[in-house]
Every structure is written in structure tokens, then in C-alpha cells.
């Protein structure tokens, strides 16, 4: 391979390996906060869970997905 071959390869590698990165810090800040929002929620009473529409039992099933 010439070297300007061997950079594109090298660069779509690093460009690849960066966007993969990228992808998994964004899930796990997500994985995070909705740690941070289960915790937050365990916190509360089962009187308050329930003004809010929510029992304890549905704290840790909860869909964080955007379409839900």
C-alpha cells in the first residue's frame, strides 16, 4: 500500500474507533441517569409514588426509550 493509502485506512479506522466511543459514553451517561432517577424515585414514599402514578414495584421496569 502507498502511504497515502495506509493514512485513509489509518484515518477511517481512528474515525470508526472515535464514533464507537462516542456512541458508548452517550449510553452509558444515559445508563447513568436513569440510575440517578431510579435511585431518586426509591427515595420516595409509597404515598408519594403514588400522586405521581407510579408504585414501587414499577420504579425498576421503567422504559426510558424516547418513543415510550
Not at 452517550?26 to 440510575?35: G, I, M, P
Request: aromatic fraction near 10%; charged fraction near 30%; charge should be negative.
Amino acid at each position: 500500500l502507498l502511504n497515502s493509502e495506509r493514512f485513509s485506512l489509518a484515518a477511517a479506522f481512528f474515525s470508526l474507533a472515535a464514533a464507537r466511543i462516542q456512541e458508548l459514553s452517550s449510553r452509558y451517561k444515559a445508563w447513568e441517569k436513569q440510575n440517578e432517577v431510579r435511585a431518586e424515585l426509591r427515595s420516595f414514599t409509597d404515598r408519594e409514588l403514588a400522586d405521581i402514578g407510579l408504585s414501587r414495584s414499577q420504579i425498576e421496569t421503567m422504559d426510558f426509550s424516547e418513543n415510550a
